[in-house]
């Protein structure tokens, strides 16, 4: 196919990659890294500027870390203080409702990961991956539209309107749709929605200005404001004047577009409730409205289109979720795609990406609800004018709202809707008291492979299990394991499925595990062994050596990639 010469498009790529938001660009990366150069068209001019999401959980930042963003990460993130904590609020200024200590500060997570909750806003963060996305060779068009889109024999053909005149077709295989919560692509295709709700609306908006004299003993990661008539949250953004401010209105009594910067930053100055004559001065640079939804694709899934972020799945941001989901569902989408273009898995593989992720998508929205429901009683308990002991026992029972480990590090799948790309087996997860709060490291197949530190044999190099499981599919066996060691070579060997990269885990082995009982751990005996997906999920688990290792290999790899087995 011949490309529109006055846009200069390429006439065919394999992947299409439509948004230029963080999942379009975390798209973009994980395929480079797996040998695909995406086309990625953006119909904005440049590079998001707003600070908008900013909260990364720690399963985000590790695979972050993995694609060599961690350094920059740390060094853009909001300072240790503020991110101890939520702090509830009559006004900024005025009495304190409570805080809620939650498990974002450095060390929180530190038995169970490499790595640390960061919150570095997306003004800086899309930059951030922007760079690494060019830098890895992503062909990356701003000003560029994905308007519509064709099925064609083996692809799909792609109309691109350029802004300022001109138009165009590209050709790709595979057509990734991260346009967003308003998808003009996922309409086009008659894909609703499995679950949808809307909820509060908000004025955002992103200022400089000093409230140090206000926040000084209440830092937080999140400063709600709840006093009636004056509920929002204000979002620090570099623990110094940089600021986010969200104002809930009613859209049924007020219209905020026709508000005047003045009257946007009054309605701000009410929500500090500065003392007479202290009100501080407001440098206000971008406001906007939006209202929260929480909403899930009926498909993730149509043929060759494949949905991506918030074109997918949207979450109210009661706990940051939406972002994460979005950078979590990238990853997983990348590897499979990449081994389906390789042809080491058939187009099946996919499906398994909107199983998986579709069902994860459906427990975050329900995460964050109840998170919004903690908000709501103690507006309530502020408009019914309720005692301290009262508001105390409603801060305490919103602890799940910045307290997070089992459903952050506790990622899993379960098959609930749909065939999933690993192999089941019948043991149960450890019981917790909570799941969202409550994290015991395990590996059960489908959950996140837990994290243990350990050193190379050869090189002594200390190393977190997590970030071996990077690219490919790694098989990680007891210290009698060696037959499953083999056994992965011997398949490489053949050049029929995907490369598995093995470790004996074993004081002498290949990787020496530190202060850990790895067998333990991973829920397997001496001469077990488990192998581990590209995206760091558990594929498989042998509890023990089988009778022809190479064959149970093989099976469980090609039940992984839907090519049968197991």
């Not at 068209?41 to 694609?67: D, F, W, Y």
């Not at 577009?257 to 003045?262: D, G, H, L």
Request: proline fraction near 5%; glycine fraction near 12%.
């Amino acid at each position: 196919m011949n490309a529109d010469k006055t846009m200069d498009l390429p006439g065919e790529v394999p992947v299409l990659i439509a948004g230029a938001g963080p999942v379009g660009l975390v798209l973009a990366i994980v395929l480079a890294r797996q040998g695909i150069h995406a086309l990625v068209l953006e119909k904005r001019a440049r590079i998001n500027e707003l600070p908008r999401a900013r909260g990364i959980n720690v399963r985000s930042v590790e695979i972050l870390t993995q694609l060599d963003l961690g350094e920059d990460l740390r060094a853009d993130a909001l300072p240790p203080l503020w991110s101890r904590s939520f702090t509830y609020t009559e006004r900024m200024a005025g009495e304190l409702v409570g805080i809620m200590q939650g498990n974002m500060a450095p060390g929180s997570t530190a038995a169970f990961s490499p790595c640390e909750y960061r919150i570095a806003a997306q003004d800086k963060l899309d930059p951030m991956l922007y760079r690494k996305a060019v830098a890895l060779g992503s062909d990356i068009r701003f000003d560029h539209e994905v308007t519509g889109f064709r099925d064609v024999d083996g692809g799909i053909v792609a109309t691109v309107a350029r802004e300022g005149g001109g138009t165009g077709e590209v050709r790709a295989q595979w057509l990734l749709a991260a346009d967003g919560g308003q998808s003009a692509l996922r309409e086009q295709a008659g894909i609703g929605n499995s679950h949808w709700a809307t909820y509060k609306s908000f004025v955002g908006t992103h200022f400089h200005a000093d409230l140090s004299r206000f926040t000084a003993g209440r830092e937080g990661a999140l400063i709600w404001t709840l006093a009636p008539g004056c509920v929002g949250v204000f979002h620090p953004l570099d623990g110094k004047t940089t600021w986010a401010g969200h104002m809930m209105y009613d859209p049924a009594r007020e219209q905020p577009e026709t508000w005047s910067r003045e009257e946007v930053v009054r309605r701000l100055q009410r929500l500090i409730g500065a003392p007479e004559g202290e009100a501080p001065a407001i440098d206000l640079h971008k406001h906007y409205t939006y209202t929260l939804t929480a909403a899930v694709a009926e498909r993730f899934r149509q043929g060759r289109l494949l949905l991506a972020g918030d074109a997918a799945h949207r979450t109210l941001p009661h706990g940051g979720w939406g972002l994460n989901t979005g950078i979590q569902s990238a990853h997983n989408l990348a590897w499979k795609l990449a081994a389906v273009l390789r042809g080491e898995a058939p187009d099946a593989l996919l499906d398994t990406y909107d199983a998986e992720r579709r069902e994860t998508a459906l427990r975050n929205c329900a995460f964050a609800e109840v998170n919004s429901g903690h908000t709501e009683k103690m507006m309530r308990a502020l408009r019914e004018s309720s005692g301290v002991e009262e508001r105390r026992r409603i801060v305490e029972a919103s602890r799940q709202y910045g307290n997070w480990t089992g459903l952050d590090l506790g990622v899993h799948y379960e098959g609930t809707a749909g065939r999933c790309a690993f192999v089941p087996d019948g043991v149960a997860a450890p019981a917790v008291a909570n799941p969202v709060i409550d994290y015991v490291p395990h590996a059960k197949p489908g959950w996140r492979a837990p994290h243990f530190w350990g050193r190379t044999a050869q090189e002594r190099i200390r190393v977190s299990s997590v970030m071996l499981f990077d690219g490919g599919f790694t098989l990680m066996a007891g210290p009698q394991g060696q037959a499953w060691v083999e056994a992965s070579r011997a398949l490489a060997g053949e050049g029929t499925l995907p490369a598995v990269e093995p470790w004996r885990v074993a004081p002498d082995g290949d990787l020496a595990p530190e202060s850990v009982d790895f067998c333990a751990l991973y829920g397997i005996g001496e001469t077990g062994a488990v192998l581990v997906r590209p995206d760091g999920h558990v594929a498989w688990r042998a509890p023990e050596a089988a009778g022809d290792a190479r064959q149970a290999l093989r099976n469980a790899l090609e039940y992984a990639l839907c090519r049968g087995g197991a």
